[in-house]
C-alpha cells in the first residue's frame, strides 16, 4: 500500500540559529496564521498563501543533512494549523535525538480544547512549548518571546535547567549576513529595525 504524503507549507528556513531556543537550532518559519495580532512580529508568515511546499519526508532530509545542531524550532505564522505534519516530522526527528521546540498563539489550555488527535501528538513530542498570542500592550524583553503573556513550557526535563534564565530580562536577536542578503531572527521589533534600516542606509 503506498503510503500518504504530508506537506508542509514553509514561510522560510534558516539552517543554523542561536536566537530561536537553547543551543545551535535548525528553524522552520511554517506559513500562515489566523490570529492577526496586532504588531505582529512576523506579518510576511500570516498571510494563508501557498509559499514553499516540501514533504515531511523532504524536511526531515533537509534538517538531517546539518551537522551539529542542538535541535529544531518551529515558529510562524502558527505551527499548530500544520499540526499533522509537524506531528509526524517531530516523531522522525526525536527519534534522531534531536531536541524539539514550537510557537504558538494560542494558550496551551486554548489548544487542548481543540480536542485534536494531531496538535496531542505533537505536543507529546515537544521539549519546549511557547504558547499565547503577541499582545502588544506587553510588549517585554524576555528570552525567546516578544510579551510578558508567553509562557514557556518545558514539556521535558531536557531544559528544565533553564527555568531561571527564561524569567530573566534579556532579548537575543540574532544577525545573518550571506551572499542571499541580510536576516534578523530572534524576537525583534518593528522600531529597532526600522532603525537598523535608516542606521545601515546611512
Ligand atoms: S500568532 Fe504570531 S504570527 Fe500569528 S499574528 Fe500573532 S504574532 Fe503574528
Given at each position: 500500500?503506498?503510503?500518504?504524503?504530508?506537506?508542509?507549507?514553509?514561510g522560510?528556513?534558516?539552517e543554523?540559529?542561536?536566537?530561536?531556543?537553547?543551543?545551535?537550532?535548525?528553524?522552520?518559519?511554517?506559513?500562515?496564521?489566523?490570529?492577526?495580532?496586532?504588531?505582529?512580529?512576523?506579518?510576511?508568515?500570516?498571510?494563508?498563501?501557498?509559499?514553499?511546499i516540501?514533504?515531511?519526508?523532504?524536511?526531515?532530509?533537509?534538517?538531517?543533512?546539518?551537522?551539529?545542531?542542538?535541535?529544531?524550532?518551529?515558529?510562524?505564522?502558527?505551527?499548530?494549523?500544520?499540526?499533522?505534519?509537524?506531528?509526524?516530522?517531530?516523531?522522525?526527528?526525536?527519534?534522531t535525538?534531536?531536541?524539539?521546540?514550537?510557537?504558538?498563539?494560542?494558550?496551551?489550555?486554548e489548544?487542548?480544547?481543540?480536542?485534536?488527535?494531531?496538535?496531542?501528538?505533537?505536543?507529546?513530542?515537544?521539549?519546549?512549548?511557547?504558547?499565547?498570542?503577541?499582545?502588544?500592550?506587553?510588549?517585554?524583553?524576555?528570552?525567546?518571546?516578544?510579551?510578558?503573556?508567553?509562557?514557556?513550557?518545558?514539556?521535558?526535563?531536557?531544559?528544565?535547567?533553564?527555568?531561571?534564565?527564561?524569567?530573566?530580562?534579556?532579548?537575543?536577536?540574532?544577525?545573518?549576513?550571506?551572499?542571499?542578503?541580510?536576516?534578523v531572527?530572534?524576537v525583534?521589533?518593528?522600531?529597532?529595525?526600522?532603525?537598523?534600516?535608516?542606521?545601515?542606509?546611512?
Amino acid at each position: 500500500m503506498l503510503e500518504e504524503r504530508v506537506y508542509l507549507n514553509i514561510g522560510a528556513i534558516q539552517e543554523r540559529s542561536i536566537a530561536n531556543g537553547p543551543g545551535e537550532r535548525f528553524v522552520l518559519w511554517l506559513q500562515g496564521c489566523l490570529l492577526n495580532c496586532p504588531g505582529c512580529i512576523n506579518p510576511e508568515f500570516q498571510p494563508l498563501v501557498k509559499r514553499v511546499i516540501l514533504s515531511v519526508e523532504e524536511v526531515f532530509e533537509r534538517i538531517t543533512k546539518v551537522k551539529g545542531i542542538e535541535g529544531v524550532t518551529f515558529t510562524g505564522g502558527e505551527p499548530m494549523l500544520q499540526a499533522k505534519a509537524l506531528a509526524l516530522l517531530s516523531e522522525k526527528l526525536k527519534k534522531t535525538g534531536l531536541t524539539l521546540m514550537c510557537y504558538t498563539g494560542y494558550t496551551l489550555e486554548e489548544l487542548k480544547t481543540f480536542n485534536n488527535y494531531w496538535i496531542e501528538k505533537l505536543l507529546s513530542n515537544l521539549d519546549i512549548l511557547i504558547d499565547g498570542p503577541f499582545i502588544l500592550e506587553k510588549k517585554a524583553s524576555l528570552p525567546w518571546r516578544g510579551s510578558s503573556n508567553q509562557r514557556v513550557y518545558f514539556l521535558t526535563p531536557t531544559y528544565q535547567h533553564l527555568q531561571k534564565f527564561v524569567e530573566s530580562p534579556l532579548r537575543e536577536i540574532e544577525f545573518i549576513v550571506d551572499s542571499k542578503g541580510f536576516l534578523v531572527t530572534g524576537v525583534s521589533f518593528e522600531e529597532l529595525l526600522l532603525k537598523l534600516r535608516e542606521t545601515l542606509k546611512r
